[in-house]
Every structure is written in C-alpha cells, then in structure tokens.
T-cell receptor, first 113, second 112 residues
C-alpha cells in the first residue's frame, strides 16, 4: 500500500511569510502527527490530529497550527515565519490507538531566509 | 521531558553487538524505537508496551523497565545496513493519544 506522502518536499520562504504543508496518511490511518526536526533540538512533537480533532499538542507557539480533513489528510500552517523555523517537518500516520507504530513521510525541508 | 539516550555515538565493526539506552524522567506507557538514515524519514523498529508486550523485528530486541523508566535496544551481529541514527520515543502515562517525546538520538556507524 502507498506510504505517507508530504508536499512540497522543499520550500524556501522569507521571514514574515506564512507557509502551508500537506500530509496524506496511509489509507485507513486516522491519526496524523507532525514533528519538527532540527540538528540542535532533534525531533520535537508539534501536534496530533485524530478524526479531524486536535488530540495532543506539543510546546510550540500559536504560530504553528494544523487541521485534518474528513479523508484524514492533514495540513500544517506556520504564520509569520522566523529564521528559527527552518527545519525538516515530518508527518507520521497511524491507526491512532495508543502504542501504535507510526509511519513517517519523507518530510518537507523548509528554509526561511 | 525529552528522554536521554546513551551513548550519543558508537562505531562498530560488522558482526559486533551494540546496546542503546533510553531514559525518561517521567512514567511511561510505551517506548518506541526508530532508525533514521541520513536524508530519510525515521523507520519504525520496535514498540514495547507497559505490561511487557513487544512488537518488532527478529534481529533487534529491546527491554523496557517500567520502574526505572528505561528502555534498551539490543542490536546483535550488526550489519552495514544497521548504520543510522536511532531514536527512542516515549508515550507518557495516561496519555490519550500519540504524543511522543523523542530521545536525543544515538548515531551508530557499522564499518566493514
């Protein structure tokens, strides 16, 4: 079956702009989680969506938001971009039961200049 | 709340064994292990659940000490393909969903 897909794969934005990233989970998976990966901070949890509702949230400012659609596809939005937002953004999907393995997408590499 | 992994980096020769440790300051429901190769997404290896249930690979095993809030990943007879960065991910107790805290990572390099 098809894996998790993310679009776009690469993005260059300017400080102050906003950006929307997209994630399509594996068919049948209802949970989508988003992570930010940087060399300094490692993999950090942003939020998780399950059945169109945000179920868990990490410690990121309100500039980071997301949503999930009825087909489980999810989008993540970052407003008023800062240089420090440059990172690899990964999404992962699962069936949504606690303890389920997550399947990661290839990520979107965001560069803020 | 980020779990701490040790060692930070390890270099092995093919066929050697390795142990990677993951320690959390909070009570855990489950521990997940992932491997990430350079430029690729993390790939699931193993889950250990509270109560002792395990799911994972044949050649990779792990332990989960709920009392000590620790987990260890055991890589036996390492192969070149084992190279990558290993992350543990922890689900804190009483969590209702997938809110993970990933560990600091362990870089493992297997040389011929």
């Amino acid at each position: 079956k098809a894996g998790v897909t993310q679009t776009p794969r690469y993005l260059i934005k300017t400080r102050g702009q906003q950006v929307t990233l997209s994630c399509s989970p594996i068919s049948g998976h209802r949970s989508v989680s988003w992570y930010q990966q940087t060399p300094g901070q490692g993999l950090q949890f942003l939020f998780e969506y399950f059945s169109e509702t945000q179920r868990n949230k990490g410690n990121f400012p309100g500039r980071f938001s997301g949503r999930q659609f009825s087909n489980s596809r999810s989008e993540m939005n970052v407003s008023t971009l800062e240089l420090g937002d440059s990172a690899l953004y990964l999404c992962a999907s699962s069936f949504g039961t606690v303890g389920d393995e997550q399947y990661f997408g290839p990520g979107t590499r965001l560069t803020v200049t | 709340q980020q779990p701490v992994q040790s060692p930070q980096a390890v270099i092995l020769r093919e066929g050697e064994d390795a142990v990677i440790n993951c320690s959390s300051s909070k009570a855990l429901y489950s521990v997940h292990w992932y491997r990430q190769k350079h430029g690729e997404a993390p790939v699931f290896l193993m889950i250990l659940l509270k109560g002792g249930e395990q799911k994972g690979h044949e050649k990779i095993s792990a332990s989960f000490n709920e009392k000590k809030q620790q987990s260890s990943l055991y890589l036996t007879a390492s192969q070149l393909s084992y190279s990558g960065t290993y992350f543990c991910g922890t689900d804190n107790l009483s969590n209702t969903g997938n809110q993970f805290y990933f560990g600091t990572g362990t870089s493992l390099t297997v040389i011929p």
